[in-house]
C-alpha cells in the first residue's frame, strides 16, 4: 500500500497541506478508498502532474463496513420490533455492503415470488442476481429469532431457485448454504458462519468473494468444501480428545504394544490416550506462552538498556516513516474514533518506534509500534502508560482484535 498521502513528485507545501488537510477531512467522515488529483500544479521546479491517492485492501475495508454495521445493530435492536424492521435495518444495509444496489429492483429482488409444488405464491425476501442470473437467495427472521431453527423454509426456496447459495439471517448472524453433499438440494449445515458480534478474518476473507465486483462461483465453491470438512474433521477431533474411539486407540497402541488388546486393557489404554493427547495439547499452550513471555522480557531488557525520553529519542535526520507504519495508525485511529474524535489522536515517529498519542501528549502513549526488526510488536498501555505490554503481530489485521486494550487506554486517561 501506498503512503496514504504520498505525492508522485514533490509539490509545493501550501498546496500540499490544503490537500492533505481537505483529504482528511473526508477520509475522516467516509474511511473510503478514493483518489484525488491536482493537475499542472505550478512550483519553484516547474508545472507537472500531481496525485495523491489513499488506498485500502479489500478485505480490510469490508470488515471496517461489517464493524460499522455491528454499530449500527448495537444502537438499534432494542428498537427493531418487527422482521420487516429487521430487513430494513439490518439485512438490506448487509446486502449493501457486499456491493449489491438495493435500490435496483434488477439486482436486488425483494418478495421474490416462488411456487413450491401446490404451494402458490410463495415468496423469498431477497434474490440477488448477478449477470440476470440469481447468484444468492435471502430468508430473513427478526434479529431474536435463531438464525438455525428456519432452514427448512430456506431450503424449500432452495429447491426451486437456480441460485448456488442460500442466506439465513436475523440480522446479525448470516448463515451460508450450498447443495455440496447432494445437487440441487441444500445442505442441513451452513459452510459459512458470519457473526457480527464476533468477525473472524478467515470467514470475512471468504465472504469477500460473494461481493459484487469479486464473486466467482468456483472459488467459493472450492472454499465452502474446503470448510466443511475442517469443520468436520475439527469436531471429530474434539470428541476424540474428549472420548477417545477403540479405532483411534487402537491405532496409537498397536504401534508400540506387542499383546493382544483384552477388554480390560482397552479400558485402561483409552484412559492413558485421553490423559495423553489433554497433556500434549496443555504442554503445546504452556510451550507458546512461554515463549511469548521470554520474547517480551527479552524485548524489555533489551530497551531499558537504551531508554531515552520519548522527545529525546527523535533524530529528525534518521526517522524513515513507512508504509506500514502509516496502515497501522489508520487501523489504530477508526478504533480510536469510535470513543474519541479523530482529532485527538496524533502519531508521533521516532528512530526506534512509531507512537501514537493521545492529545499529541508525550505523557498519554496509546500505543507503539515496533517495526523495525524483523519480528514486528505493537506495544499497548492498557494497564498504565508505565506498564507497556509488547505483542508479536504477524500482520497488520491481527490490530482489530485488540479494540478493548486501545479503548481501555482512552478511558485510563
Not at 34 to 53: M, P
Not at 77 to 99: R, S, W
Not at 319 to 342: G, N
Request: hydrophobic share 35%; with cysteine; net charge neutral.
Amino acid at each position: 500500500m501506498r503512503d496514504l498521502l504520498h505525492p508522485i513528485v514533490p509539490v509545493d507545501n501550501f498546496v500540499t497541506n490544503k490537500l492533505s488537510i481537505f483529504i482528511k477531512f473526508l477520509f475522516r467522515i467516509y474511511f473510503f478508498p478514493f483518489t484525488v488529483s491536482r493537475k499542472k500544479s505550478t512550483s519553484e521546479q516547474g508545472t507537472f502532474d500531481q496525485t495523491i491517492r489513499i488506498t485500502i485492501p479489500k478485505t480490510m475495508e469490508l470488515k471496517l463496513k461489517l464493524e460499522q454495521l455491528h454499530q449500527r445493530v448495537n444502537g438499534l435492536k432494542d428498537q427493531i420490533n418487527t422482521e420487516e424492521a429487521t430487513k430494513n435495518a439490518f439485512v438490506m444495509p448487509f446486502i449493501q455492503i457486499l456491493g449489491y444496489d438495493i435500490f435496483n429492483p434488477t439486482e436486488v429482488i425483494p418478495e421474490h415470488i416462488c411456487d413450491i409444488g401446490t404451494k402458490k405464491g410463495e415468496k423469498i425476501d431477497y434474490v440477488i442476481k448477478k449477470n440476470n442470473e440469481p447468484i444468492l437467495i435471502f430468508e430473513c427472521k427478526h434479529w431474536k429469532e435463531n438464525a438455525d431453527a428456519h432452514n427448512s423454509q430456506l431450503h424449500r426456496y432452495y429447491h426451486v431457485s437456480k441460485a448456488r447459495f442460500g442466506v439465513l439471517t436475523n440480522g446479525t448472524i448470516d448463515n451460508f448454504y450450498s447443495d455440496l453433499e447432494k445437487p440441487n438440494i441444500m445442505d442441513e449445515k451452513p459452510f459459512l458462519t458470519i457473526d457480527i458480534e464476533d468477525l473472524k478474518d478467515s470467514s470475512i476473507k471468504i465472504l469477500e468473494s460473494f461481493t459484487k465486483n469479486e464473486y466467482n462461483l468456483e472459488q467459493i465453491l472450492d472454499s465452502a468444501e474446503a470448510l466443511k470438512y475442517i469443520k468436520a474433521i475439527r469436531k471429530e477431533f474434539e470428541k476424540e480428545i474428549e472420548n477417545p474411539s477403540d479405532e483411534l486407540v487402537k491405532l496409537l497402541v498397536n504401534r508400540f504394544f506387542d499383546k493382544p488388546l483384552t477388554a480390560s486393557r482397552m479400558v485402561t489404554f483409552k484412559e492413558y490416550t485421553k490423559k495423553a493427547l489433554t497433556t500434549s495439547i496443555n504442554e503445546s499452550i504452556s510451550y507458546r506462552l512461554k515463549s511469548a513471555l521470554s520474547i517480551n522480557e527479552r524485548l524489555e531488557k533489551q530497551d531499558e538498556s537504551k531508554v531515552n525520553p520519548i522527545d529525546e529519542n527523535i533524530d529528525a535526520t534518521k526517522i524513515v516513516t513507512t508504509d506500514e507504519e502509516l496502515d497501522a495508525f489508520q487501523i489504530v485511529k477508526a478504533i480510536l474514533r469510535e470513543k474519541i474524535p479523530a482529532s485527538r489522536i496524533s502519531p508521533r515517529d521516532t528512530q526506534s518506534y512509531f507512537g501514537v498519542l493521545l492529545d499529541n501528549n508525550n505523557r498519554k502513549p496509546i500505543c507503539r509500534f515496533h517495526f523495525n526488526t524483523a519480528n514486528k510488536y505493537v506495544e499497548f498501555f492498557d494497564k498504565g502508560k508505565d506498564s507497556g505490554e509488547k505483542i508479536a503481530l504477524n500482520s497488520l489485521d491481527e490490530i482489530y482484535g485488540f479494540r478493548i486494550q486501545l479503548h481501555q487506554t482512552i478511558v485510563n486517561y
